[in-house]
């Protein structure tokens, strides 16, 4: 009897090992979910975009050619809106990015024909035409039905400059201004809400120290007033990465009412490296792992930018606002290098998910945040290439995660599996809940690490549900993208892998996947 059981015993080891060396290993973790302290809502601002004036984004991506063939409703591309709109697209930042603080916005408005034309010194030394300006960014925004995140120029613009495009925007009085505004064509004010003063002011916007900033800061926005109807929220261009004292010169200078919020922006590497950053396609586990790490690095940099708010703003009124973010890889081979055109994997599509579930899970400081950028550049949602447009993994995670939008954050307890490199290790399993107003729960899981399933048991506290649905982002590998000739390879499928037993919540946590279920009475 002993010695059939020892058998037995070590015939279940040499299957489990089988089952690891094959992928199919399995890890059990335990979650709770806590219904009862809901008291965050997850801004839909969150979920918002950025669309500069570089490489293919707007020209080629948004904005077609007069007779580019393409169906489009005055040379805004009508597929894309389709496609954005889907996703409820909530805000876009535009023109820049370093863009910003060289654009002059009188220079793009007026008769096309007349608009002076200008280099475009960040990105790549082309010509700037300037056919897509003020009234066009705005049309897109109307046509997307989300909010206009203009972001105005410090860098090398006057206080008067900036104060008289708000004006043009936003006065809905008799006014120099609001007179060119009207023989322009439009006649009722925009009334834009979201306001950055300047753009990465400690770089491309002006090489300025922190002290001297939050003095320019502070003079400009005296200036971008609150027309009636139309308060202004502004927002302070803030840190690099991990510029502590960034934050900390700001958040002691400028007083939560002049400040709606500070900017952080953090990209992901592949490598670690700006000099050669890691190809978008061909990466190892390595590197994939390196990727995850970096990305991770946002948990902390956001925690630690948002201890020091705290110090000075304990009712948590500013807001902190990643308004650049995302992975940044080389560019594809034979493209122009300072067109930033990279391909879009699963791996970019874990980045994407992870790093919004941190952002869900920090809705008390972070209010709004923008993935870089739209079209054609870095980590996009939408790739073209003449009439052919793909949706790339990115857009998929964005289709996902919309359930977020505007609902409250539920916080989520677990101690993760490790996913271990060499001496390294992170965590495998990131996680964030919510609850919409129709009182349904959603939460998005993801498995970062490529070979082990997880077997997960939730419990869910204060939470009436009676059935789960769910869907699945994931492929084979990791280096799968959606190709031109191949659009649908990495899409969300049905997931049946979560169930109710009892008042728990069972899922069977694929490797490698993204998961959204959706938990209703
Ligand atoms: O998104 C590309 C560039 O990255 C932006 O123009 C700039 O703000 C940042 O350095």
Redesign the pocket.
């Known amino acids: 009897m002993r010695y059939y059981s020892t058998i037995k015993m070590l015939l279940l080891a040499m299957s489990c090992q089988l089952m690891i060396l094959k992928g199919f290993a399995q890890t059990n973790v335990k979650l709770q979910v806590d219904g009862f302290n809901a008291n965050t809502v997850i801004s839909k601002h969150i979920y918002g975009h ?1 669309s ?1 004036h ?1 490489g293919r984004c707007i020209y080629d991506g948004f904005w077609v050619g007069e007779n580019s063939g393409i169906q489009n409703q005055g040379r805004i591309r009508l597929d894309i809106v389709d496609a954005l709109k889907k996703i409820q697209i909530p805000n876009l930042r535009w023109p ?5 603080d060289e654009y002059h916005w009188r220079d793009g408005i007026g008769p096309r024909a007349q608009r002076p034309k200008m280099i475009n010194t ?2 790549g030394n082309v010509t700037e035409d300037n056919s897509f300006g003020t009234h066009e960014f705005l049309e897109l925004c109307s046509m997307l039905k989300c909010d206009p995140y203009i972001t105005g120029n410090v860098g090398s613009g006057t206080v008067e400059e900036m104060s008289k495009w708000v004006e043009y925007l936003n006065f809905d009085g008799l006014s120099p201004m609001t007179e060119i505004r009207k023989q322009n064509g439009r006649d009722k004010p925009w009334g834009v809400k979201f306001w950055g003063v300047g ?2 002011s400690w ?3 002006g090489n300025m120290t922190p002290e001297r900033y939050a003095d320019e800061y502070k003079r400009y926005a005296t200036f971008v007033k609150n027309y009636p109807n139309a308060r202004m929220n502004k927002i302070a261009a803030g840190p690099n990465v991990a510029d502590y004292n960034w934050t900390e010169t700001m958040m002691k200078n400028v007083n939560a009412g002049q400040m709606w919020g500070l900017a952080l ?1 953090h ?1 992901t590497l592949p490598t670690g490296n700006w000099g050669n950053k890691g190809s978008a396609t061909s990466f190892d586990e390595n590197e994939y792992f390196n990727t995850m790490k970096n990305c991770l690095y946002m948990e902390e940099l956001v925690t630690k930018h948002s201890t020091i708010m705290d110090k000075y703003d304990a009712a948590k009124r500013v807001a902190l606002v990643v308004d ?1 973010w995302g992975i ?1 890889t080389n560019v594809e081979p034979g493209t122009n290098p300072g067109f ?1 055109y990279q391909q879009n994997s699963l791996r970019d599509a874990m980045v994407a998910a992870t790093t919004l579930n941190i952002f869900n899970n920090h809705a008390d400081r972070i209010r709004m945040a923008n993935l ?2 739209t079209i054609n ?2 980590q996009a949602l939408i790739l073209t290439e003449g009439n052919k447009m793909l949706l790339t993994p990115t857009y998929h995670v964005f289709d996902l995660y919309k359930a977020h939008q505007d609902a409250k954050l539920l916080p989520v307890k677990f101690s993760s599996p490790e996913l271990v490199n060499g001496r390294n290790k992170i965590p495998a399993l990131n996680v964030s809940a919510s609850k919409d107003s129709n009182q349904v729960v959603h939460l998005t899981l993801v498995n970062l690490d490529p070979k082990n399933a997880m077997h997960i048991n939730t419990a869910m506290n204060e939470v009436d549900w009676t059935k789960v649905e769910g869907q699945i982002l994931t492929s084979p590998k990791l280096t799968d993208v959606n190709s031109f000739t191949q659009p649908n390879t990495v899409k969300p499928v049905v997931f049946n892998g979560a169930k109710k037993v009892g008042n728990e919540l069972v899922v069977d946590l694929p490797a490698q996947s993204i998961v959204l279920l959706t938990l209703k009475k």
């Open positions: 950025f500069e570089l820049g990015g370093c863009f910003a960040n990105w753009n990465e770089g491309c916007g922006h990209y650049e940044w930033l870089a950028q550049v870095l």
